[in-house]
RNA sequence: GCAGGGGUACCCGAGUGGACAAAGGGGGUGGACUCAAGAUCCUCUGGCGUAGGCCUUCAAGGGUUCGAAUCCCUUCCCCUGCACCA
C-alpha cells in the first residue's frame, strides 16, 4: 500500500517546482538550522529524528504561510576521518569491520578511504541522499562544507573579529595524548579510559643532600603528618636534571614528565635499594624522613614518590604496619630500629573519628595489606570525609583550625611560591589506551590558543542573550545559565585535522567546535558566492555583509546583505542535548560578540538519544539502524511517522520494530480510510468542494465536526512548541480513534440515503482537513491523497487547517458522552445480571433536577445549605425531603462533574436511538415521564445520566 | 562530588489539585467476519459485585487540603552531562 515509487515521484515534483528554495519576499520568515552532520559514517535513525523534527516544523510553519528557509551544510572539520583513514589505511581490523559491516560501505569505496577528504565526500553524499529520500525540504542551493575556501574566509574573518575585541589569548594546557599519532584525542578516540579526568597533583621537593626526592600528592596539607617516604625498591629511578636542580624520581615518571616540563634531562640512574635507609628533609617542618620500602607503590603513576601520613591515609598506615611484621625486610635495609618507632601523627580532626582516622578505616573496613584490593576504596572514602568534614588541627602552625581544601590551597600556594613545590598532571585512572593501542599520556601544549569563555562581560552579555530567547523544552534554560557561568577558557585550536588555519598564527587550525557557531549566517550568503573569489571575502567585504559596515567596495552581490538582514535573527536553533554545554552555548557567545542585539538567536530547540530496542544506539556498538534500510523496509512516511510519535523531540526515543510496524497500519489505514471516503460517495470527491464544515443535523455528525476543530487546535498548539508527539497524538491516533467511534456509530445509517448525504459531507470535510494536518509528518502520502482527490496544488503548500472555536461545541460533546455512557451502563448491568434484555426503559432526568444543578453550579462549592436555600427560593419542586436527598447527592458530584447546561436528552436519544438498540440488541423506549416503572427506577435519573430499567 | 531529569498498570508512555481505575500505543483476552490463516472491526485487560456500584492502587513513609498520581518534607532507586570534541 505504500509504495516507495510515490515517494520519488513527489520529491522530484516539489525538486522541479523549486518549492522548498527559499527566497527574501514580503511574507514574514521563519529561519531555522539544525546542527550540520558531521559525515564520517552513515545515518542511522538516530540521526533520522534530528533532521526530521525541524523538517516537520519548518513544512507547518510553510503552510502557515510563513517564508520558511531550511537549509543544510556538512561540517567536515576535525580529526577524527585523520584517524579514520589512517586506522584504514594500515587495515585495523576493528575499523574495517565497523565501516563494511555497520557503515555498509561497500568494499572498492572502502579502499578509497585512507583520504580523509574522500570519507567526507562519501558520506556526505550519502546523507544528502537518504535527506532526500526522506523528503526533507530543505533548501539545497545553499549547501556548502566547512573547508569550502569561501567558507574558511568567514571563519577567518570571524576569529579576527573575535580577536579584535581582546576574546582570545594564549596559554599552556593539558591534554589526553597520543605519543604515537603526535595529537590530543578525544574520548572517542580512546580504546580504553573513557571519561577519565586529568588531576593536578602538587609535587613536594624533600632535600636529600644536594638533591631532591619529589614526592606526589593530592594533599599537600598533610605534610605536617608526614613520618616517613616510600620507595618501590623493586622499581627503577633515575637522577633527572630539570633547570637547576636535580630530582630523583621514577623512571617511568621521567618519560611521563617529559610531556609536561620542558628542559627535563636525564643525568644519571639510581641505585634505589641504596636509597632505603636514608634520610630526606620536609620543605614545611624540616624533619628529615627515612625513606622505606612498599610494594603499594606505582612507578608509573605520578613521580613514584610517595610521602608517608599513616594517620590520616589508610595506604600509609597499613603499608607501615606490613613492614613492621616483615623482620626480612627491615634486617635486610637495617631499618628495624627506626621503623619500630614510627608513630601515626594526628593533624586533621574529623568528626566521628579519633586521632589516627586512617587506623580506624582500615579497621572498619578489614584491610588485610597494602595489596588488598578494597585499599583504593578506603582511600578514596578518607579523602572525602576529610575534604568534606575536616578541620586542621591546634597544633598546626599556621593553619590551625582552617578547612582542609581551604588549608590545602594555601599551602599549595606557599609551596609554589617559595619554589619548594610544583605541579604535575596525572590521569585520574589507567590505562588510557588511544584507538591505535598506544597508551596515552598527559601532555602539557605550549602556545595553545583559548577562547575566553570565562571573561565576565562576555559571559553577561551572552546570559543577556539567553534571557530573551526561546528554549525548547523550558527546563532546559537552567542547564544553560549553569553552563555559561560555567564554561572556562576553551582551546580552540589544534595542530591536526581539516580546518581553518588561525589566521595570526597559521600552524595552528581552528578546531571544530569553535568553527560552527555563527555559520548559520553564511547560508544566507551560501547562492552568491559561486562567481566569487574567496580572495575578494577580506575583512571589509563580510564587515559589510553582516556588520553593515560602509564599504567602497564595488565587487559585492547585490542582495547578499540584504538577504542576510532578512533572514536574521535566526529564529530556531536545533541540537542534542549533550551539546548544550559546549556548542549551543558557545553559539550563543559568538553571537553576542559579534553581533548586534537584534540579531542575536531567538530560540533553541534541544534533542534527547535514540535506543534501539531498548539499549543505547551506537555505530561504535553496531547496534544502530541504518535510515537507508529503515527507508527500504518501511517507506520514508513510515520512518518519519515513527520517529515523530514515539517520544517529544527532547526525550530520548526508542526503535522498536515492533512499534514501528504498527505505526505502519496506522498509516495504511489513513490510506484506506481516504479511499473509502469516495467509495461511500459514490464517486471521486472533490476536495475543494468541501472547505466549509456542513451543517449538522444529527448530533453525531456535530459531535465529529467539533472533535475534529478540537484536535486542529491541539495539534497547532503542539506543533507551535516542537510537541511532536504530542501533535500527532491529537493528528493521527485520537483522530484516528474518532472517526473509528463515528463510522461505528453511523454504521446503520449509511444505508439510508438521507443520512448518507450528510455523512458524505461530513466525510469529505473531515479529510481534507486530515490531509493537511498530516502534511508535515507524511508528506508524500498526503501529497498522493491529496492529488487523488481534487485538492488544489501541493499539499505541502495547502494552508494549514484553522480550528472554529464555534464548531468546538461543549454541549455537543457532552451529548456524545452521554449516549456512551448509557450504551456503557446497559452493557454493565447485562454483564452483571448476565442477562440479555428484550426492552430497555430509559428515564430522563425531569426538569426540576436540571434547575438544581444548574443552582449548584452557580453556587461552585459542595454547600449544601445555599443550594437549598437558592432551590427552595425558586420554588422548583414540590416535594422538599426529595429535593433535600437530590440536593445532598449532587453536592458532591457536581465538583467532579463538568456541567456545560442544558442538554435536550430527548431529542438526543431519539437520534441515537437506533445506535443505542443495535448495541443493546433489545428494543428501547425512552420515557421523559416515567408511566411505566415497575421498579421504581426513574427516581435514579440525573441529568447526564438517564435511568435505566432493563428487562 | 556537582548540575539537570526521572520512578505511573504486563511493557512503552500521557497525566502537575476535583470529569482519574488513570489518554494513546504495544502485548494479551473474548467476539464478529472467514472454509481457514491473515488483515480488519468490536469488547475486555487492578479486585469484588445478579443494577449502572464498592474496595485497593501512581517508588516508600509522613504532611497540607472538603479532595492528592498531581503540592510540601524525608528516604530509597534510576538516567544524562561534567569538555579539548563528533
Redesign the pocket.
Known sequence: MIDSNIESKWQKKWQDAKLFQSNPDNREKVFLTVAYP?P?GAMHVGHGRTYTVPDVYARFKRMQGYNVLFPMGW?V????VIGIAKRIGRSDPWTLDIYQNVHKVPLNELKKFTDPHYIVKYFSDEYRNVMMKLGYSIDWRREFTTIDPHYQKFITWQFEKLNEKGLVRKGA?P??YCPDDEN??????LLEGE?V?INELILVKFKIGENYLVAATFRPETLFGATNIWLNPNEEYVKVKINDEEWIISKKAYYNLLNQKSNLELVGEIDTPSLIGQHAENPVTREKHIILPASFVDPDYATGVVYSVPAHAPADYIALADLKKDTETLNKYDIKDSVEKIQPIGLISLKGFGNHPAAEMIEKMSIKDQNDPDLKAATNEMYKLEHAKGVMGKHIPDYAGLKVPQARDEIKSYLLETDKGDIMHEFAEKPVICRCGTECVVKILDNQWFLK?SDEEWTQKTLNCLENMNTVPG?IR??FE?YLN???D??CA?RI?LGTPLPWDPQWLI???SDSTIYMSYYAIAPYLKDIDPEQMDEEFLDHVFLDKKTSKTNIPQGMKEEFNYWYPLDWRLSA???V??HLSFHLFHHSAIYPQEKWPQGVVVFGMGLMEGQ?MSSSKGNIVLLEDAIKIHGADVVRLFLMSS??PW?DF?WRE??VI?TK?RLE?FIGFAEMVDELHGSQIKLNDYNQAPDANKSINAWIISQVNQRVQDVTRALEGFQTRKAL?DAL??FK?DI??YL?RVDHELKEENAKEEINQVLAYVLGIWIRLMAPFTPHTCEELWNRHGGQGFASDAPWPEHDLDLIDEKVQKSEEIIQG?V??I???K????SQPEKIHIYLAPEWKWKVFEIAHQVGK?DIGRIMGQAIKENIHNDKKELAGFAQKIAREM????YVGFVDEKRLLDDALDFVARDANAEIIVYQEPTYDP?N?AR?ALPY???????
Not at 590530543?184 to 578516540?189: E, I, K, R, S, Y
Not at 454483564?831 to 448476565?834: A, C, V
Request: overall charge positive; hydrophobic content about 30%; charged content about 35%.
Open positions: 558531521y564520517s561540517h572539520t576535525g580529526a577524527p594546557h591534554v589526553k590530543p584525542v578525544g574520548d572517542h578516540d571519561g579526568a569563555y527546563e537552567s542547564n549553569y560555567w564554561l572556562h576553551w582551546a589544534r585535522g578546531e571544530p567546535l542535548k549533550d551539546l554545554g559546549n543505547k517520544a517529544e526525550q526508542d515492533k512499534e504498527g497500519k489505514w497524538q491516533f485520537l480513534k473509528d467511534h461505528h448509557l456503557e451502563d452493557r454493565e448491568i454483564k452483571i445480571t448476565k459542595p465538583a467532579r462533574m463538568h421498579k427506577k435514579n445520566k438517564p435511568a435505566l430499567f432493563i428487562e
